[in-house]
Each structure stands twice: as structure tokens, then as C-alpha cells.
């Protein structure tokens, strides 16, 4: 995996088949206005593209369309060409996805909420063909949470214990249940981006900030 900068985002390179674009944006990108911000990314991708994006509301509701628009879930599938799917995150962890089976891509937003109420069971795809690419977000570094999440069968076996302080691993916690799935190992790749420890990027917990990086994905 490499990181290729272009002017208003990061492009992810060697991870997927040559057709499929995806990456994150910079800071300079707000990430507030989707639909405006797709502008910014388009020049840097495919200029005749359209996007499709979410209403995020941290549950594990999985949408799947072939045009463009705004749905509400927090995972998007589609495998129609030139579509570029979105997702907005300030900490949560973004996943990128191809199914070769099924040639679609997708985006999931799997903050702990639709993580511990089963985002990554509802994707819909053949996981055993599928290749998953982690974006910006919190990692097991800085993802710290209270002692209610021992509590939370799910997430539990992916906690870390530190100076008395509790950690969540959230890459651990993906690769388990997506390998659990039929994903094959080593097909789920990590940029190793924290958003909290790189300033480069907007933090919510670092900044409390309205800022949000876009994660995008595209089949041309």
C-alpha cells in the first residue's frame, strides 16, 4: 500500500484493481457539505462522476444503490461505474471495499456504535472475495473508552488495559469478525493513519471540531 498525495487529497495506491480510485481528503477539504466538497475531490479523480452518500447515524443499516443521492445507514454499496461513494468521519474508522465477485465497492463507517451492533455481519458481499482498505480514524493508540465498554460482549476481547486507562482496538476488532466472514487474510489493508495522532487531519476528540475527512471510492 502506498499513500500518493494530490492537492486536495491522499490517494491509496496498490490495494485494489487499477479501475477502482479510492482515498481520503485533506484538511484543507471541509468535509461539511458532501455534496460541495465532491467537487474538490472530483478534480483530482474523475471529472463526469457523481457521488452518492450518507446520513450517518451510527447503526448497522446497509444501503445499496446504483444512483446518486443521499441515504441514510452507514455503510453503501454500489456497482455502478463512475459512482463515487463517500463517507464522513472525524474519528470513527472509515473502511474502503471492493467484492471482485460482485465488481461493487463500498464504504462502511464502523464507529463503535455500528461496530458493536453488527455493521460488519450485514455488508451483504462475498467477503472471500473481497479486499478492505482501513482509512483515517482512531487505532488502539488513542481510541481510549470507559469501563461500560467491558460490558459490550462484542467489542470486549478488542480492549486494552493502560495505566489504568482502557483502549479500543478497532482494526483488531474489523479484521476479526470480517475474517470470521470469509474476508482472507492479509486482503484487509491499514493506512496506519490515527486521526487524534495526526494533526494533518481532523479530530473530534482532539479538536472538537465540525471537520470531517471524506473517505471515497470509485469504480470507473
Not at 461496530?115 to 472475495?129: C, E, K, R, T
Not at 476481547?157 to 470480517?178: E, G, M, N, T, V
Request: glycine share 8%; net charge neutral.
Amino acid at each position: 500500500m502506498e499513500l500518493c498525495e494530490q492537492k486536495n487529497i491522499y490517494r491509496i495506491e496498490g490495494v485494489f484493481p487499477d479501475n477502482i480510485i479510492c482515498g481520503f481528503t485533506k484538511k484543507n477539504i471541509s468535509g461539511l457539505d458532501p455534496q460541495k466538497d465532491f467537487e474538490s475531490i472530483k478534480e483530482d479523480d474523475v471529472k463526469s462522476a457523481e457521488c452518492a452518500y450518507m446520513r450517518q447515524v451510527h447503526s448497522s443499516h446497509v444501503c445499496k444503490t446504483e444512483e446518486p443521492g443521499v441515504f441514510t445507514g452507514d455503510a453503501l454499496f454500489s456497482a455502478k461505474p463512475g459512482l463515487m461513494l463517500m463517507v464522513r468521519t472525524a474519528d470513527c474508522l472509515p473502511l474502503l471495499v471492493y467484492d471482485h465477485a460482485s465488481d461493487s465497492v463500498g464504504v462502511v463507517h464502523m464507529g463503535w456504535r455500528p461496530a458493536h451492533n453488527g455493521i460488519l455481519n450485514n455488508l451483504g458481499i462475498d467477503l472471500s472475495a473481497a479486499t478492505v482498505a482501513a482509512g483515517v480514524g482512531l487505532r488502539k493508540c488513542c481510541y481510549e473508552v470507559g469501563g461500560e465498554f467491558r460490558h459490550y460482549n462484542t467489542i470486549n476481547p478488542f480492549l486494552q488495559s493502560r495505566q489504568r486507562r482502557l483502549f479500543f482496538d478497532p482494526i483488531a476488532f474489523a479484521k476479526y469478525h470480517l475474517v470470521k466472514q470469509g474476508l482472507r487474510f492479509g486482503k484487509l489493508c491499514d493506512t496506519g493513519v490515527c486521526s487524534y495522532c495526526n494533526e494533518k487531519f481532523p479530530s473530534f476528540r482532539r479538536e472538537h471540531t465540525d471537520q470531517r475527512t471524506l473517505s471515497f471510492i470509485i469504480k470507473t
